[in-house]
């Protein structure tokens, strides 16, 4: 089956642990799926999996059984809410970047086959910036770099844009402010950010807002239930719904057979 049109693809990054990239990545998925998108969300946190410990799901397989050709992803995606699919991540298991090309042609050909069931592909990677988080992002379409009010996230995520920037020729970057006390707050942590980059890198951030800190996400996250869903009118859920708004309005690829394969294509090459 031909897929409908090109796959978006939005890695969710943040440099270092603790700024909240799952919980984005997370709610996000929910936030579009809401609107009718055919979602899938890639568990890419190779080391440390988490989402599925944040929805309280459990799967069967993994990213890891696909890799090794003893399931297909289908096999291994789980039910979320809101109908989006998830691929576990595999916890411990060996990384991305040192797959050997059979296996690598086995995970293209794993992806293509689901590119015609999905419209948005959000890959939450791992902390850091490890070869295999680069590959991701090197890949993706579109980058959201997740940053929070502190000195060392600021930095964390200044080293990231800047080692894509100069090694990868990357330039264009979302900036998401998570656990703001206010709008200013956020305004304020991305002109921080831009004010470094500004100086010392070619790069063109685009501030696509801020997520509120708020309660009802601590007490989601006990509860195993994106905020979204738990708490819909919530401060931090009203802002995962307009962040959602805008991330669909973001261009698509313009190539005729979608973003997916060419995703995987890259992930594998870099």
Request: glycine share 8%; net charge neutral.
């Amino acid at each position: 089956m031909a897929n409908s049109g090109p796959v978006q693809v939005i890695a969710v990054t943040g440099g270092k642990g603790g700024v909240g990239k799952s919980n984005v990545s997370i709610n996000l998925s929910i936030a579009l799926a809401r609107m009718g998108r055919r979602v899938v969300l890639l568990d890419a946190d190779l080391g440390l999996a988490n989402i599925d410990v944040l929805l309280g799901i459990s799967s069967k397989g993994n990213i890891a059984d696909v890799i090794n050709g003893t399931a297909s992803l289908k096999d291994v995606m789980v039910e979320g809410p809101q109908g989006v699919k998830i691929v576990p991540a595999s916890s411990g298991t060996q990384k991305m970047v040192s797959l050997n090309p059979m296996e690598h042609a086995g995970l293209i050909n794993a992806f293509s086959e689901i590119a015609s069931d999905l419209d948005v592909l959000i890959v939450d990677t791992a902390a850091g910036i490890s070869d295999g988080v680069v590959s991701f992002l090197r890949a993706a379409q579109e980058v959201v770099v997740v940053v929070v009010d502190e000195p060392t996230s600021i930095t964390d995520c200044y080293a990231l844009i800047k080692l894509l920037n100069r090694d990868y020729d990357m330039y264009r970057f979302r900036v998401l402010a998570n656990m703001v006390k206010s709008q200013e707050e956020g305004r304020h942590l991305f002109s921080k950010l831009t004010h470094v980059t500004d100086r010392f890198l070619d790069v063109a951030l685009q501030y696509v807002g801020c997520i509120p800190f708020d309660e009802a996400v601590k007490k989601s996250v006990q509860r195993q239930r994106p905020v979204i869903e738990a708490y819909p009118k919530a401060k931090a859920s009203l802002a995962y719904k307009a962040l959602a708004e805008k991330a669909d309005s973001w261009p698509l690829p313009s190539s005729p057979r979608g973003h997916l394969e060419f995703f995987v294509e890259r992930l594998v090459q870099a």
